[in-house]
């Protein structure tokens, strides 16, 4: 029911199972998270697989290379990643109320009317939205 909860759980599946990459369908939304966990250092890289064997209709698949901290992969970038708006339930925040994620050490994913944001950019935009997730 929620495509965003489901590619974070294929992510923190990879990630127990030590994977170096997970595919999960496309959508627009998805890739803007992908940027952002890219830009903040979370995930190595993602691509878009639009060879016909990886296509199914008119989606195409996303692959997402997943990064660890040591060679052994006994450290992962994602501690943890929580979905915060499920859509029986959202939630927003005004630009006070947006969550500091572990004293900054983490992000907030915000959907602003300036398009999907870290916290810190939102704080500096001054705009609040929807919070989406939270990354440490």
Do not use: C
């Amino acid at each position: 029911m929620d495509p965003i909860a489901d590619m974070f759980s294929a992510i923190k599946n990879a990630i127990m199972r030590r994977k170096d990459y997970v595919d999960v369908p496309s959508s627009k939304m998805k890739e803007r998270i992908l940027d952002i966990l890219k830009k903040e250092g979370f995930i190595k890289d993602w691509e878009r697989l639009d060879s016909p064997e990886h296509r199914k209709g008119t989606q195409y698949k996303l692959r997402i290379y997943l990064k660890y901290l040591d060679p052994k992969k006994q450290r992962n970038a994602i501690t943890n990643i929580v979905k915060i708006s499920k859509p029986g339930r959202r939630v927003y925040a005004p630009v006070k109320r947006i969550p500091y994620v572990k004293r900054g050490l983490g992000i907030a994913i915000v959907s602003t009317d300036a398009g999907i944001v870290t916290d810190h950019e939102a704080r500096k935009l001054r705009k609040g939205g929807e919070l989406i997730a939270i990354v440490w």
